[in-house]
């Protein structure tokens, strides 16, 4: 049995999301069963894993309601994953943009998971409403008296993921996203 090029891309996507999936919701529900809210854990004197629950986007900012922002998150998955099929079905995009998209379409639904499900798992908001657990502390330079002065965000593999990707394609992957928005347009 052959495997076609677009059955193939396909499986590298859905591998790559849900590996991210499962690594991210783990390191979360560890993290949020595992330490108190705030509590910190210096790894090295540059990184340490510190629980916080974030109640907006990134880096805290609020600017719509929770069940606003969470349905966004929604719709705004469920328009990547129609870009990504449009890239690999119509497109022939090259299979290390569809590796980009997949993580920023693996980050949005990490963080979807925390803010539909979390409230209610862990007793504290209703559907739509949870907080998204955030851990990764890289305090990089730090005063004389050990305050962190550079890097004070906390964040969370799904935030990593959604970061990295975007960088790379602006970066590396301008001429994909052009060239992919152009075809959407004139279809």
């Known amino acids: 049995m052959t495997i076609s090029r677009e059955g193939k891309e396909s499986i590298v996507v859905a591998a790559i999301i849900v590996v991210m999936l499962v690594l991210d919701q783990w390191l ?8 108190a809210l ?3 854990l210096p790894i090295t ?4 894993v510190c629980y916080v629950e974030n109640d907006g986007m990134a880096f ?6 929770k069940f606003v922002l969470t349905s966004f998150r929604i719709i705004a998955v469920g328009v990547l994953c129609w870009y990504i099929w449009r890239l690999i079905h119509v497109n022939k995009a090259r299979v290390s943009y569809l590796i980009m998209v997949s993580l920023v379409t693996a980050g949005a639904l990490g963080n979807i998971i925390d803010c539909v499900f979390y409230g209610k798992l862990f007793g504290y908001a209703d559907w739509f409403y949870g907080k998204v657990v955030d851990m990764l502390y890289f305090p990089l330079i730090r005063n004389a008296a050990g305050e962190c002065i550079f890097f004070r965000p906390v964040f969370n593999l799904a935030d990593s993921c959604i970061t990295v990707a975007v960088i790379a394609i602006l970066l590396f992957f301008r ?6 928005l152009k075809k959407v347009e004139s279809n």
């Open 28 to 35: 979360k529900l560890f993290v949020a069963t595992h330490f």
């Open 38 to 40: 705030g509590e910190s």
């Open 45 to 48: 004197s540059w990184f340490e």
């Open 60 to 65: 805290g900012i609020e600017w719509f309601s």
């Open 175 to 180: 001429k994909d996203l052009d060239d992919s």
